[in-house]
């Protein structure tokens, strides 16, 4: 340090790494990769710029290309004065080449996942809460088979963006009627039957035939729910002409009646593929109909509300 020249090696040795930085960075923009790296003098270290899950693999796609990193410590690495315009050349080559390949490997969602990181975020909640409140394995086998389930049910027919909204209003009104149920059966019933009609409309009018597709499902195919639509509008339609109550005034002694024949309807409807699926499959696929068939308007809302509140 005493030798006259020996700041200027220092000075020569810290605007070498800058320039590196620079240069480096420029080109990860370039390529449009999450990536930079920063610096302090010779010592630098990588940042990632986009929230990801598997960032920390970027260490082993290095090490596919030449460079270690070490896998204690705290992530800074260092340039010493060996360190030629050559190495930092061949060190940003490198780097490029391994984050460009980590990316067309998936592991960063790109701009195409809007919602990437409330969804890593809700993830991560989600595993937490898992780790510090244990849920039994034969617990977390069904809920998978359950949102399995509801995701072949989705992609089997539910790809009309406008059956998507029929399914939101349908479903938010399906769960009013769950509470509405206990204090006002006959209100949610009827309530219930107008959300019913509008979801189906949505499956026999604006989706594509998947006939081939709902037969690997557990639940009813459009056939079949026709039959039974059909049904829950025979129903207000016999007793009207039964009882000759063609006015306003008599039509409403009719509403209550109506409502517990539509609820012993849904009640056999459904008891009547549960039924089934026991017999086919096994009680426990049936009770995964069952479970799916419930939560399927909660479920439904959380599916396909994002599309319509992004904002344009």
């Not at 009719?254 to 609820?263: C, I």
């Amino acid at each position: 340090m005493t030798d006259p020249a020996t700041p200027a090696l220092y000075d020569e040795m810290n605007e070498r790494c800058a320039q590196w930085a620079q240069a480096t960075n420029r080109a990860l923009a370039e390529a449009a990769l999450p990536v930079r790296v920063v610096h302090l003098a010779t010592v630098w270290t990588i940042l990632f710029i986009e929230p990801g899950r598997y960032n920390w693999l970027l260490q082993y796609y290095l090490r596919a290309e030449g460079v270690t990193l070490s896998w204690v410590g705290t992530g800074r690495c260092l340039g010493t004065m060996d360190f030629t315009e050559k190495d930092y050349a061949a060190l940003q080559t490198k780097l490029v080449d391994a984050a460009a390949k980590m990316q067309a490997d998936g592991w960063w969602l790109g701009a195409d996942h809007p919602r990437r990181e409330k969804t890593m975020r809700l993830r991560l909640i989600r595993e937490v809460l898992a780790t510090l409140v244990p849920v039994p394995r034969p617990v977390r086998s069904f809920y998978t088979e359950v949102m399995r389930r509801k995701k072949d049910d989705h992609v089997a027919s539910h790809s009309d963006t406008i059956n998507q909204l029929f399914h939101i209003l349908s479903s938010s009104a399906f769960l009013g009627c769950y509470v509405l149920a206990f204090w006002d059966l006959t209100t949610a019933m009827w309530a219930g039957l107008a959300a019913l009609f509008l979801r189906q409309f949505g499956h026999a009018i604006l989706e594509p035939p998947c006939h081939d597709k709902e037969a690997t499902l557990l639940g009813y195919n459009t056939r079949n729910k026709t039959l039974i639509l059909g049904t829950y509008l025979a129903i207000p339609i016999v007793n009207v002409v039964w009882s000759g109550a063609f006015t306003v005034e008599a039509l409403r002694p009719l509403a209550a009646t109506v409502a517990y024949e539509l609820f012993a309807w849904t009640a056999a409807v459904v008891a009547g593929r549960v039924a089934y699926l026991v017999w086919a499959h096994g009680p426990r696929l049936a009770l995964v109909w069952f479970v799916k068939l419930a939560t399927d308007p909660l479920t439904d809302v959380i599916a396909y509300s994002p599309r319509f509140l992004r904002p344009a």
